[in-house]
């Protein structure tokens, strides 16, 4: 009789962008803790050493690159760098994003940012990225999304999330065959910076860590996280009315509106 023997998967050079807090940091220690090689981005460079430090002392295996990914000269030093130090990209996540802080986005001095952070760059860091991996037929995208990509609730912020699924579900259609994996994760509401204000129960960004993880072992298309928001996508394409009710009060109750 013999057994079947799990499958070894072997460590891949990972670059993370947003790796500084939230989701980002999760997902780096748990990368970390499988024995991946990280190259770990973000604006905020204290933040991110303090992180490389925490993951690996030596500074052999994970490496702090202090990025702006809104910057075309940032994001090719980033890919740059990784290639440098060690030679090739396995996955490349792009986990970066930011929404409207406060008010309406169409208020905001600047709302086009959330598409730069959450469209552009994941685009543009995809296409230096993708050409080294197609020409060794191996490799894998992963974009983290939003369950606002599937049900829209903000103007801009959704804009930017039902784009980068776009990008995804088709970018890897495009790559069939060649040996490139492209995956979309899917997040629903989960403890951040960017969800303080929300007052609603939310597990850690842990689940969308383990999640990454997991699709990097098991490629999958689309994977949305936590489990019960996938009811909640379903609702909102079957019974679109009763999304509209919902949002309509948490948006009274977020801004004090009488209606």
């Known amino acids: 009789m013999t057994?079947?023997?799990?499958?070894?998967?072997?460590?891949?050079?990972?670059v993370l962008t947003g790796a500084s807090s939230g989701i980002g940091r999760a997902t780096a220690r748990e990368l970390a803790s499988r024995g991946h090689t990280l190259v770990l981005a973000a604006r905020?460079?204290?933040?991110?050493?303090?992180?490389?430090?925490?993951?690996?002392?030596?500074?052999?295996?994970?490496?702090?690159v202090p990025t702006d990914v809104t910057s075309p000269d940032a994001r090719r030093y980033l890919i740059e760098v990784a290639r440098g130090h060690y030679g090739h990209i396995d996955v490349l996540i792009n986990n970066a994003g930011v929404t409207v802080e406060q008010?309406?986005?169409?208020?905001?001095?600047?709302?086009m940012r959330v598409l730069r952070v959450n469209l552009e760059a994941p685009i543009e860091l995809t296409r230096l990225a993708l050409p080294d991996m197609r020409a060794r037929g191996s490799g894998h995208i992963i974009n983290i999304g939003s369950v606002a990509g599937r049900a829209a609730t903000n103007g801009i912020y959704?804009?930017?999330?039902?784009?980068?699924?776009?990008?995804?579900?088709?970018?890897?259609?495009?790559?069939?065959?060649?040996?490139?994996?492209?995956?979309?994760?899917?997040p629903g509401f989960v403890k951040s910076e960017m969800t303080a204000s929300a007052r609603l129960p939310m597990p850690g960004p842990e689940v969308v860590a383990r999640a990454v993880a997991a699709v990097m072992d098991h490629p999958?298309?689309?994977?949305?996280?936590?489990?019960?928001?996938?009811?909640?996508?379903f609702?909102?394409?079957a019974l679109p009315g009763v999304g509209d009710?919902?949002?309509?009060?948490?948006?009274?109750?977020?801004?004090?509106h009488p209606n």
């Open 44 to 64: 905020r460079a204290d933040q991110l050493m303090q992180l490389a430090l925490e993951l690996d002392a030596s500074g052999t295996r994970v490496i702090a």
């Open 103 to 111: 008010g309406w986005w169409w208020e905001d001095p600047d709302p």
């Open 3 to 14: 057994t079947t023997q799990p499958k070894q998967v072997l460590p891949s050079v990972v």
């Open 220 to 233: 999958q298309r689309e994977v949305i996280v936590p489990g019960a928001y996938r009811a909640l996508a």
């Open 235 to 237: 609702l909102d394409a």
């Open 158 to 186: 959704s804009a930017s999330k039902f784009g980068l699924r776009g990008f995804s579900l088709g970018l890897r259609r495009e790559l069939l065959g060649t040996g490139v994996n492209v995956s979309l994760i899917a």
């Open 245 to 256: 009710l919902l949002v309509r009060r948490l948006i009274r109750r977020r801004y004090n």
